[in-house]
């Protein structure tokens, strides 16, 4: 198994981009999450998916979309990049046993100038 | 809201020092708590975890008991080393929805 992978590794964009980061699992598990990593702030959650075409909001969502159309992927888009956005994406997944923690992904290091 | 309080770093050890990283958290529900560990330039990596009071996780040497009267999850190991070093974070929730603390960062010197 793969696990949890994300690609890019490395992003550069310029303000009022649009991207996309993409999600992948391989564990075929119903939940996934999108964290963002800043200096000193610890993760926080932008957006989480607890199954194939439901998604909702974390702390953090503003500024970012998603949607789940499969069970493996989770893209996260950002409409319109904005230097506020600069940050170290994770994402993760998990099943549905309680407790057990999320698999996290390598992240996504993403600069806005 | 919820929230995770975990201790500042940096933290400095000698190999085989003992470690303590203290870790509370809101007792909003009955929330799984896990230790989280980062080594430079990766991901996380779920390194132990507890899903209810009284309950102790261990790992790679390291322990976490879950208490509620204190609403703490302190992490311990009782000799560290060198390949210890590294971001832990302290964190509490569900499987898709988890509350970090800030990290701390650990160096173990030889």
């Known amino acids: 198994n793969a696990g949890v992978t994300q690609t890019p590794k490395f992003q550069v964009l310029k303000t009022g981009q649009s991207m996309t980061l993409q999600c992948a699992q391989d564990m075929n598990h119903e939940y996934m999450s999108w964290y963002r990593q800043d200096p000193g702030m610890g993760l926080r959650l932008i957006h989480y998916?607890?199954?194939?075409?439901?998604?909702d909001q974390g702390e953090v969502p503003n500024g970012y979309n998603v949607s789940r159309s499969t069970t493996e992927d989770f893209p996260l888009r950002l409409l319109s990049a904005a230097p506020s956005q600069t940050s170290v994406y994770f994402c993760a997944s998990s099943s549905e046993i309680a407790g057990v923690g999320q698999f996290f992904g390598p992240g996504t290091r993403l600069t806005v100038l | 809201g919820n929230s995770v309080t975990q201790m500042e770093g940096p933290v400095t050890l000698s190999e085989e020092a003992f470690l303590t990283i203290n870790c509370t958290y809101t007792a909003t529900g009955y929330p799984s708590l896990f230790w989280y560990v980062q080594y430079p330039g990766e991901g996380l990596q779920l390194l132990l975890k507890a899903t209810k009071a009284d309950d102790k996780g261990s790992n790679k040497g390291f322990e976490a008991t879950y208490r509620k009267e204190t609403t703490s999850f302190h992490l311990e190991k009782g000799s560290v080393q060198v390949s210890d070093s590294a971001v832990y974070f302290c964190?509490?929730?569900?499987?898709?929805?988890?509350?970090f603390g800030k990290g701390t960062l650990l160096t173990v010197n030889p």
């Open positions: 964190a509490r929730g569900s499987n898709y929805k988890l509350t």
């Open positions: 998916s607890v199954g194939a075409g439901i998604t």
